[in-house]
């Protein structure tokens, strides 16, 4: 099934600002890990447009880039939330404050 590149930059587009208004709203760290993922693959999604709009693959090679990069991201993350949660027993994000005392 093929759908026009416009279809999927607006996609692509509500899909960036749903991320983005879960990462400003949320305070769980995870909720915020997984609205920056959204985020990136949101992007993802307009780099494809993009490159099939202009008939070349450059879009598809970033995207694939990208995604190896937020793999990367999401471990990292996950870890130091782990980490956070061994030693605060919670995963809010207001409690990062008791960090700098």
């Not at 026009?4 to 899909?15: D, F, Q, R």
Request: charged share 15%; glycine share 6%; net charge neutral.
């Amino acid at each position: 099934m093929q759908f026009h590149p416009w279809m999927l930059l607006s996609v692509g587009t509500a899909m960036f600002f749903i991320g983005l208004i879960g990462v400003v709203v949320r305070r769980n760290l995870l909720v915020i890990l997984m609205c920056i993922e959204l985020m990136l693959n949101a992007g993802n999604i307009c780099f494809v447009a993009f490159s099939r709009m202009h008939q070349n693959l450059n879009g598809d090679l970033v995207a694939v880039f990208v995604m190896t990069v937020a793999a990367a991201e999401s471990a990292v993350g996950l870890g130091l939330i782990i980490a956070l949660y061994r030693t605060l027993k919670t995963v809010e994000s207001e409690k990062l404050q008791l960090l700098r005392d």
